[in-house]
């Protein structure tokens, strides 16, 4: 019997396309995200993340409204989208591998991070003694 391996991927991103994504720090790039929660029926986001993300989100919080007038003006949405849609819930979570983020014993990531590179010295100790 043949065993195959599986390579599970995940790419950083999400389906509103705003992670990692320098258009996101325009305002072009975030009316895009918006159209893209809207379009999808979207009205919670849990963003986890570090600085940048979290004050990503926040500005995105801020501007919401202001995005759907803009977006229903454009024709891009519908008005009573901008109505339907008028209120976005966001969760900020600090997630960081540097585990940086004070009172907290251990942010979200770094505990990947560390057993990612525990695995990766045991190998190379590993290899090394042969």
């Given amino acids: 019997m043949q065993m195959r391996k599986h390579k599970l991927q ?5 389906i509103i396309g705003s992670a990692r994504c320098q258009a996101f720090r325009t305002r072009e790039g975030r009316l895009k995200a918006a159209c893209n929660l809207v379009q999808r029926g979207i009205t919670n986001l849990c963003v986890i993340g570090g ?3 979290l004050t990503g989100a926040n500005l995105f919080r801020k ?7 803009e977006l229903a003006k454009n024709g891009q949405i519908e008005k009573e989208a901008v109505q339907r849609y008028a209120h976005l819930n966001v969760v900020g979570m600090v997630g960081s591998i540097d585990n940086d983020f004070c009172g907290t014993d251990m942010t979200i990531g770094t505990d990947s991070a560390l057993h990612r590179i525990i695995e990766v010295v045991d190998a190379i100790m590993t ?3 042969r």
Avoid at 10 to 14: A, L, N, S
């Fill in 51 to 53: 600085d940048g993300s």
């Fill in 10 to 14: 995940h790419p950083g991103g999400t």
């Fill in 63 to 69: 501007e919401w409204s202001g995005l759907l007038e």
């Fill in 127 to 129: 290899t090394a003694q």
